[in-house]
Each structure stands twice: as structure tokens, then as C-alpha cells.
């Protein structure tokens, strides 16, 4: 038995990752829309309820007007978009957030693909508050560098256009008001909004995110050791999660925006300083990987019932 799958905005930038994954598995068939039709919404509409399961690869409004042309009670629906990461009667497709999470997530019609920041954010946060190492009223930050394709063809045109790239960095979301702060707060199990500083590199592809915390400050100042266990029982076996030996990050001089490179893979980090109290995590992932492509087919996987790395880069 084939499943059969439907991805609208299968020619952007994530859409074309997650091709690539699907290619050459005999268990998948694809539905594709010509040219001409791929935004007729009479052609999305009869391939949206052909499909036994969707993946959205559009802008929000977009998305949403895909979910409302479904009118059987049947087709799945992944969605890459942030349209319904907080909404009610959808999951929240990050598998590895707590236990009991994936099998919720295989049980579920409509699935939200996690935003690329909130991945790195909630792979180091959330055993943190759920090992209560973290307490849950902690006044929390983020730090970080994305890859442009981050963008999607927009930012892709401006950093590979013919005047050159912009700039080498540029911070951004400077209101405090990042459209993925709403996820990283409910998700993480914290009381208030973590203070998000996301910054853009001239790399293509590729992510570094950090939360720095004063152990120090902290009731019964935890310690890093402390920190890095809770993070390592949390994904022990993952085919998918890394947590770095301590003894091998404590080696480190420098981490890459680069690090996982073209992969799926998320790779966690603790550096820490005992004496002084304080550590900075850090995940390294692909925007385009774990950050949108790699996730969504790791939850078409799931859902269809299906070995949950086939077509995985890892
Ligand atoms: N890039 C990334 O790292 C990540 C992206 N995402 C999310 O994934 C979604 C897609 O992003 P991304 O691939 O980067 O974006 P792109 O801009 O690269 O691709 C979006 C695609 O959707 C098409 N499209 C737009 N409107 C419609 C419509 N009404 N009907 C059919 N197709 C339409 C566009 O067509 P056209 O080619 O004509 O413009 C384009 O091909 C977004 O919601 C984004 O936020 C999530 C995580 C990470
Ligand atoms: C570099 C860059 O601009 N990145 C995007 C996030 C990419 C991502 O995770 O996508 P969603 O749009 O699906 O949330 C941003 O910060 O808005």
C-alpha cells in the first residue's frame, strides 16, 4: 500500500528539501501539480483531498486557505508554516519535546512543523524545565545566527543577487516580537517570553543558537554537569539528537554556523564553567534540515507509520 502526498508550494525552498528526501521511496507517491496549476486553487483543491497526507510549504495566509480547500474528514496535514504552531486541534510536530509526545504526534490530523529557532530553543530548554533544573518563571534568552535561506527565495534573491550579499551578519527581530516567540514560550514550559536576539549570516544554510544562564543565580545553583545529563538522558538513542560529551565541548574553541552542515541532525552543546557558575547551550542545526525539511519528513514518517528517519540525511 502506497501513501499517497501532496506537497503545496513544492517549488520553494523548503517544498524542494523535502522532495528531495521523498525521492526514490517506493512506499511514497507523489502528487505533483504542473506549472500553470500550482496556484490555481481549483487544481490545489482536488489534490489537497486526493492526498492521504499534505505537507504546506506556503506563506501563512497561504496555508491557511490550504487547510480551509480540505473538505473530507481524512487528509493529514503537516504544516510548515507558523499559521497554527499555537492553534487549538493542532500538534506540535517536535517529537523529541517530552515523552508521550510522538506517539500524540502519530495519532494527529494536523500537525505544526516547528519554526527553525524554536527547534535549537526547546531541544535545550524543555528537559531543562521538565527536570526542574529550570525553573519555570526564569528570565530566559536566546541568541543566535541563521543561514539566509532562513528567508526562504526572498532573502535567498537578496543575499545571492547580483550587488552581492548585504551584509556578513545582521541582527534583526529587534521589537522583541519575533513571529516565534509565542511557540518557544507555550512549548518550553516557561512562565513568561524568553528575550529572542536571532541574527542573519551571509551562509547559506546552517544554525547556531545559544541560551547562556547564570547557574550562579539560580536556586540551588545547579550545576553544569547537572545540565548537560538532563540533556543527554533526554535524547538518549536518538537517531536525530546529539548531546556532546562534556569533555569534548570543554576541547572546543569555536562552533560553526555550519556545524551539522546539509543534514537532519541537531547537535546540543553545554559549555559551562563550574567555578564560576555560568554556561552557555547551544545547538547547531540546518535551518533547512531539522529546522523545516528534515522535521516535516521525520513527521510524514511518523504519521504514516513508517521507520521515523527513512529519507533522512543523517
Ligand atoms: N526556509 C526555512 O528555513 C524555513 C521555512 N519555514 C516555513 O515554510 C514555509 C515556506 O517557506 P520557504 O520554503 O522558505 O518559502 P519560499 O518563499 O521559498 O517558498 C514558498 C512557496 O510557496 C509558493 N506560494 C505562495 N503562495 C502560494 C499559493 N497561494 N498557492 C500555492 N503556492 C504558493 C511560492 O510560489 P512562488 O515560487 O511563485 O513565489 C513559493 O514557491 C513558510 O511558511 C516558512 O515560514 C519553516 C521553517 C524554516
Ligand atoms: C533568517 C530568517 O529570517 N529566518 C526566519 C525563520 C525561518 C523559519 O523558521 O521559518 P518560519 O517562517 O516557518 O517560522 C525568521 O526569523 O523569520
Known amino acids: 500500500m502506497t501513501t499517497h502526498i501532496f ?34 486553487s481549483r487544481a490545489r483543491r482536488d489534490a489537497l483531498n486526493d492526498a492521504d497526507i499534505v505537507i504546506l510549504c506556503l506563506p501563512d495566509d497561504a496555508a491557511r486557505e490550504a487547510v480551509a480547500l480540505i473538505d473530507n ?7 510548515a508554516s507558523t499559521a497554527h504552531r499555537v492553534a487549538d486541534g493542532w ?8 515523552p508521550g509526545h510522538r506517539e500524540k504526534l ?23 524545565t521538565l527536570a526542574g533544573l ?11 545566527a541563521s543561514g539566509y535561506s532562513g528567508g526562504g527565495k526572498s532573502m535567498i534573491a537578496e543575499f545571492e543577487g547580483a550587488e552581492g550579499a548585504p551584509t556578513a551578519f545582521r541582527a534583526y527581530g529587534l521589537d522583541l516580537a519575533h513571529k516565534h516567540i509565542p511557540e ?15 541574527a542573519v549570516a551571509n551562509v547559506h544554510r546552517g544554525m547556531v543558537a545559544e541560551v547562556p544562564l547564570q ?39 569555536h562552533l560553526r554556523v555550519e556545524h551539522v552542515g546539509a543534514t537532519d541532525r541537531l547537535t546540543l552543546f553545554v ?39 527513512s529519507g533522512l540525511r543523517l
Open 134 to 144: 529550570l525553573p519555570r518563571d526564569w528570565p530566559v534568552a536566546m541568541s543566535g
Open 73 to 79: 474528514g481524512r487528509t493529514r496535514v503537516i504544516d
Open 7 to 40: 506537497i503545496d508550494g513544492g517549488v520553494g525552498t523548503t517544498g524542494l528539501e523535502i522532495r528531495e528526501r521523498l525521492a526514490g521511496r517506493p512506499e511514497l507517491t507523489l502528487l505533483t501539480l504542473d506549472e500553470k496549476d500550482r496556484k490555481d
Open 271 to 309: 559549555f559551562g564553567n563550574e567555578e564560576s557558575g555560568q554556561v552557555r547551550l547551544a545547538a547547531a542545526l540546518d535551518n533547512l534540515g531539522k529546522g523545516a525539511a528534515g522535521a516535516a519528513v521525520q513527521n510524514l514518517n511518523i504519521l504514516a507509520g513508517l521507520p521515523e528517519t
Open 215 to 253: 547557574l550562579r543565580a539560580m536556586p540551588g545553583r545547579p550545576s553544569v554537569a547537572a545540565m548537560h545529563a538532563a540533556l543527554t538522558a533526554a535524547y538518549a538513542g536518538s537517531p536525530i539528537v546529539t548531546v556532546v560529551p562534556l569533555a569534548e565541548s570543554a576541547a572546543m574553541t
Open 91 to 98: 500538534t506540535y510536530g517536535f517529537p523529541e519535546l517530552e
Open 184 to 198: 518557544m514560550t507555550r512549548y518550553s514550559g516557561l512562565a513568561h517570553p524568553p528575550i529572542f536576539a536571532p
Open 106 to 128: 502519530a495519532q494527529s490530523r494536523f500537525v505544526a512543523n516547528p519554526g527553525c529557532w524554536p527547534t535549537g530553543f526547546l531541544a535545550l530548554v524543555r528537559p531543562l
